[in-house]
């Protein structure tokens, strides 16, 4: 008796396994209609990344497109930011905003069939998960270099800047330093050089002699 | 001295190790990159004319684009690029303030505000079957909101509500068999009329309350020959339907809700009959139809009787019928007569009353007309005047008025499929183009404005003169070659046949040409090639292009080569080839005496023929016959094949540049387990610096560098689809590194839980490719870098030295490669259209990846952030290499963005060449939208910049001088004093 009772439970779950993959095979072929369900969102730019950036008309809304699974559909957003896909079966996707001037981060969200459709947000670059599908920009994007302005430092830093502090240097410095040591003292140190029979210049050419 | 040297060469290494990444400021905008923006093949046109204000067409294309022009100047008010799979079916005007697109199939259905095509209101409609759509947008001037925008898609018709595109009401004709033909909506009336056909063969007619949506009366009735399908609706209550033989012609009226047929025999109307086929236009109380190569005009009488009023030639296109004043309907159709088309516009109840007649030259290099749209306007004379928009062959699009062409639009260049580059001729000698434009003052002045404005000393006036004189210097757009190699012409095939040569200096359109066949009307463009470059022979024959092209759509379909003159844009001869062409191999190093590159063609039965058909080209082929190999890819069966040549044909048939091969190997995926999604290979004609790669520790790492390698990358089938429709345990993504000349697999490397799509780029001996990681939910990029063992050994000196290396074998694909590949994977985290990679003339400077983003952007990202020699913390030798420390996902630095704030909307694929100069090469990306830019991947080391100041130079050399003077003045009164003392 002990062996049957124990055996029922097994055939339960060999039969609910059976009908698991009865079901896993037709839930493909069901899912044009049923299974199919609406992801809405929003995008909002907050006023403190929309200050940073020098492209105003970017901001507009109308210019702003909402991509799903890398560009199986292209959503557009309404005046209110509002944006809809329709028609998404329930599994893993992935949401992507594009819009000029700012970086957002794509975000991973998950349909659910079980709860008919309740939508779960990450995002991914930051693995931070969202209570509702609200899409912030990271950041907003500069495309261009600013140019510095008049800087004094920055042409002496110039290969121009820099040669002509090297002869302002050579012109100015070198003489002081000259007047600074005694003449005495050099005069030694050039004979002692002499005497050391360092080939100079001078002593190679045959005029000098 | 000797810290001076070291300083600066501290600074070498600083600036070499610095990351460039490729920037831009904003007053450069525009200096060597150029935008254009189309929207493509027009298919629908909607006029808004009635308010005062901006006159503008409401357009959708083929490239799914709906887009605001303005009827003044064409210029594109606003527009929208939908998904790919987002086709619109149908655009029209509600409420006089919204633009309605119907897309999906009827499934969506969108209003954008007309002024400034913010998107108003979007409702996704219930489908349940693919069928036709229909749209029927209420035409009622007095803006009366009663009335809904009424939708048929996927078996069903929707009412919606225009105002907010809430559905009003929903009627289910999915019942099997039935097809909904027409909606009309009569003016004034509540009551919607549907026809459709059961079976094609009964008509059922139903009455529909347009509040309500209930079904007032229905009414069915057989028709036992049969429905044909195509449908004229000629007025409120009578249609116009083929039966299913085409030779008759049958009337169903349905007034007071009763249904009727009257048939008419299609040649008691024409005395010659066939086949007949009605034609698209709407003519109210009249039909177009077309019998043998003839439009014939049918008006419908009262009682649904038919009578035959004219006939046009075949070459007529013709516009809707557009209510003009006093109830009379106007129609216009436009014919050509060798280089001019006639426009005609007359009145539909009576065709001998003409209102308008025009001729006007046109360009032969347009084609046919296609597609004719009208709108009329009151002149100041009160008399009616007629604009009409009209849609070229070759899908240019132009406003006519008054006799002439107000504005043209060249949307071929919407839908480029192939791009290859060519020289500009040489600037000849005593002709000097360039003029003397400045005098010495005129040059400093200018010099001194640009120094002002790097030094951000210039008022916005001088902002606005430099950058007039930055636009027009430098003869950028001149017609001849220059030293930097910077002018060059972008050719460029569309889908529509027509070939473009674009200019680099400013995006003009040098010369463009639409292909003719003797076979055919017009072959479709598959390809373009580089036919004849002549740089060391035949120097006094131009460079030609060949373009390979098919009569009709499918690949079995007979070929057509033509050869075009690059300096001229003539078509020097145009040859039917008789035979299919699947595949087009220019034979690398093969040219003849008159550098006509060799190049084989392959049909669909397997053999391949030889191009040029010249003795000399069959005796340079037969040559190197035994060492010709090439390769098909089968991709549905998952199947790449190698062939080598076996035999010419010469003996079976007279052609003896016809030849059979054979096959050597096969690699067969397994279909249960992978398919392939995308196979690449190496440019043919990229350039290769160095073989061997140094590295920090004196250690020499040889590159793989092969011409024959493909990546090939297969992914599991159910991975094949969307991301989405598969969980990370059913996916797998392998990559095949294959020898085209053997079939050995040489290297494989497999990412479990990941999917395709695949996006690769293949250059030297590396490969980068992108794919989707299924676990991580995110994308990835990973490389592989292929290097050579065999040659590792010959690092020692000695063996050089006495000669024991193996540099000098030769190198035989049939031998088994040594070689070991490094990879490193990365985060990325965008979504990828297209990769390509910047060549430059020698192959010198470091590579960037040009990575087109699906927000049509284009990323420039130096190679070094995809090298996998990047490690956590490289050391101190590694980082003065240029090392960059390993992070998990790759850097998205805005200014590298090289197409700044713009877009390429729509982007396909992207274009590299290199320019005379080492440092420079030119992208051109196409879409849409044409992008073009110059790039300097590590900065414009072997010239002076555009900005440099020569200002600053000279002002340095004169101040330098007055030192000089100065002091030595200086010092000489100094002497003077001394001596004095």
């Known amino acids: 008796m002990a062996p049957i009772l124990r055996s029922t439970p097994l055939v339960a779950l060999l039969v609910l396994q059976i009908s698991l993959l009865f079901f896993a095979s037709t839930l493909p072929i069901s899912s044009g209609s049923e299974d199919s369900y609406t992801i809405t969102g929003r995008v909002r730019i907050p006023a403190i990344i929309l200050a940073g950036t020098a492209i105003g008309h970017a901001a507009k809304f109308s210019n702003i497109k909402v991509v799903l699974n890398g560009g199986q559909n292209i959503s557009f957003l309404r005046p209110d930011g509002y944006f809809t896909f329709h028609k998404v079966p329930a599994g893993t996707h992935l949401i992507e905003v594009y819009a000029l001037g700012f970086f957002f981060s794509p975000v991973r969200v998950d349909v659910s069939a079980r709860h008919h459709g309740k939508v779960q947000a990450t995002l991914t670059e930051t693995r931070r998960s969202l209570t509702e599908l609200v899409l912030e920009p990271l950041r907003a994007d500069q495309y261009y270099e600013l140019r510095e302005p008049f800087n004094v ?45 360092v080939p100079s210049l001078s002593s190679l050419l045959p005029a000098s002699r | 001295m000797a810290m001076a040297l070291r300083l600066y060469l501290l600074l070498i290494v600083f600036l070499s190790s610095a990351i460039v990444s490729f920037s831009l400021y904003e007053d450069q905008v525009g200096l060597m990159d150029w935008h254009q923006r189309y929207i493509g093949k027009v298919k629908h046109a909607v006029f808004h004319t009635q308010k005062t204000g901006r006159k503008r067409v409401i357009v959708s294309t083929e490239e799914n684009v709906v887009a605001s022009l303005d009827l003044r100047h064409g210029e594109i008010f606003w527009r929208h690029v939908l998904g790919t799979k987002d086709a619109i079916d149908g655009v029209d005007i509600a409420l006089g303030k919204y633009v309605i697109t119907l897309s999906s199939e009827g499934s969506m259905l969108r209003a954008w505000n007309l002024p400034d095509g913010q998107l108003v209101w979007e409702t996704s409609l219930h489908s349940a079957q693919h069928s036709k759509s229909l749209l029927s947008v209420p035409v009622n001037l007095k803006f009366d909101k009663d009335y809904p925008i009424l939708v048929f898609g996927g078996g069903y018709l929707h009412a919606v509500s225009p105002i907010d595109g809430e559905v009003l009401w929903k009627k289910d004709f999915t019942a099997e068999g039935f097809e909904v033909k027409r909606v009309l909506q009569p003016l004034e009336s509540s009551i919607v009329y549907v026809l459709g056909f059961l079976h094609s063969s009964e008509a059922v007619f139903y009455q529909i309350d347009s509040k309500s949506g209930e079904v007032v009366a229905e009414k069915s009735k057989a028709f036992p020959g049969g429905f044909s399908g195509e449908i004229s609706s000629v007025s409120n209550d009578k249609v116009v339907v083929l039966d299913s033989t085409r030779s008759i012609l049958v009337t169903i009226s349905f007034v007071d809700g009763e249904i009727s047929f009257q048939k008419t025999l299609i040649s008691s109307l024409v005395e010659d009959s066939g086949e007949a086929e009605i034609l698209s236009p709407l003519l109210s109380n009249m039909l177009a139809v077309k019998v043998n190569k003839r439009t014939i005009f049918v008006r419908v009488g009262d009682q649904g009787k038919l009578e035959a009023v004219d006939s046009l030639s075949d070459e007529t296109a013709m516009s809707d019928s557009l209510p003009v004043a006093d109830d009379q309907v106007a ?7 060798g280089s001019k088309i006639h426009l005609t516009v007359k009145l539909v109840d009576d065709l001998d009353t003409v209102l308008l007649r025009e001729s006007i030259q046109m360009d032969q290099h347009r084609g046919r007309v296609d597609r004719v749209f009208i709108n009329n306007y009151i002149k100041t004379d009160r008399s009616n005047g007629f604009r009409a928009l ?30 290859t580059t060519a020289e500009l001729p040489v600037e000849k000698d005593g002709v000097s183009v360039a003029k003397v434009e400045h005098t010495l003052v005129d040059w400093l002045k200018g010099h001194i404005l640009k120094l002002k404005g790097s030094l951000l000393l210039a008022s916005p006036e001088d902002v606005v003169a430099i950058q007039e004189m930055r636009m027009k210097s430098s003869g950028r757009s001149k017609l001849t070659r220059d030293h930097n190699g910077f002018r060059k012409l972008f050719i460029a095939l569309t889908r529509a046949g027509k070939l473009f040569a674009l200019h680099t200096g400013d995006g003009r359109i040098v010369w463009s040409t639409l292909l003719n066949s003797p076979a055919c009307a017009r072959p479709s463009g598959i390809s373009l090639y580089q036919w004849q470059v002549p740089h060391h022979h035949a120097m006094d024959e131009n460079p030609s292009v060949l373009v390979v092209g098919r009569c009709g759509s499918d690949s079995s379909s007979p070929g057509v080569l ?15 080839i008789g035979h299919s062409v699947v595949q087009v191999m220019p034979l690398p190093l093969f040219t003849d005496s008159m550098e006509q590159r060799l190049h084989l063609i392959a049909d669909t039965d397997g053999h391949v023929h030889l191009y040029p058909k010249t003795p000399e080209a069959l005796g340079i082929f037969q040559r190197e016959f035994q060492n010709v190999y090439w390769y098909n890819v089968e991709g549905d069966d998952g199947i790449i094949r190698g062939h080598g040549m076996k035999s010419s044909c010469a003996g079976e048939t007279a052609d003896e540049y016809y030849f059979t091969t054979r096959e050597l190997w096969t690699v067969v995926f397994p279909s249960e387990s992978e398919k392939i999604i995308s196979t690449l290979t190496r440019k043919p004609n ?53 020898d085209t000349v053997t079939g050995r697999i040489l290297h494989h490397l497999s990412h479990q839980g990941c999917q395709g799509p695949v996006h690769a780029v293949f250059s030297e001996n590396w490969v980068v490719y992108h794919y989707f990681n299924l676990r991580a939910h995110k994308y990835e990029v990973t490389v592989v870098e292929i290097y050579d063992q065999s040659r590792a050994e010959n690092k020692n000196v000695w063996k050089l030295v006495l000669g024991k290396h193996n540099l000098t074998a030769p190198i035989s694909s049939y031998s088994r490669p040594e070689m070991f590949t490094k990879s490193q994977s990365y985060f990325f985290p965008q979504s990828v259209k297209t990769i390509a990679v910047t060549s430059t003339a020698k192959g010198i400077t470091s590579k960037q990846l040009l990575i087109g983003t699906i927000g049509d952007q284009i ?11 990047r490690t956590l913390n490289p050391s101190q030798a590694e980082k003065e290499e240029g090392i960059i420390p390993l992070t998990d996902s790759l850097p998205i630095i805005p200014q590298s963005y090289i197409t700044h704030s713009l877009k390429v909307e729509g982007l396909r694929g992207i274009v590299t060449a290199p320019a005379k100069l080492e440092s420079t090469t030119h992208v051109f990306a196409y879409g849409v939208d044409l992008f073009y830019t110059r790039l300097a991947p590590s900065k414009t080391y072997d010239s002076l910049t555009d900005d440099f100041s020569y200002a600053l130079l000279l002002i340095t050399i004169v101040a330098l001088v007055a030192a000089i003077y100065i002091t030595w003045a200086l010092s000489e009164k100094k002497e003077l004093s001394e001596k004095w003392r």
Do not use: C
């Open chain 1, 153 to 197: 430092m920055a042409i002496l830093k110039s290969p121009m800047g820099l040669m002509v502090g090297f002869m302002v240097v050579v012109v100015f410095l070198m003489p002081k330093l000259m007047e600074n040591i005694d003449p005495e003292e050099m005069k030694r140190t050039q004979e002692e050089l002499r005497n050391q029979g």
């Open chain 2, 331 to 337: 129609f216009a159709s436009v014919h050509h007569e």
């Open chain 2, 390 to 419: 009209i849609v070229m062959e070759d899908h240019s699009l132009l406003l006519l008025q008054q006799g002439a062409i107000v504005w043209s639009r060249e949307e071929g260049l919407a839908s480029v499929t192939d791009v």
């Open chain 2, 562 to 576: 033509s050869f075009v003159d690059v300096y001229t844009g003539k078509e020097i001869s145009s040859s039917d």
């Open chain 2, 686 to 738: 990229e350039v290769v610096h160095t073989q061997a790669k140094v590295s920090t520790d004196q250690d020499v790492l040889y590159k793989y560098v092969s011409r024959n390698l493909l990546f090939v990358a297969t992914v599991s089938p159910k991975g094949a689809g969307e991301i989405g429709s598969v969980t990370p345990e059913e996916s797998a993504l392998v990559v095949y590194l294959i």
């Open chain 2, 859 to 869: 990323l420039a990202l130096d190679k070094r952030f995809v090298d996998p020699r």
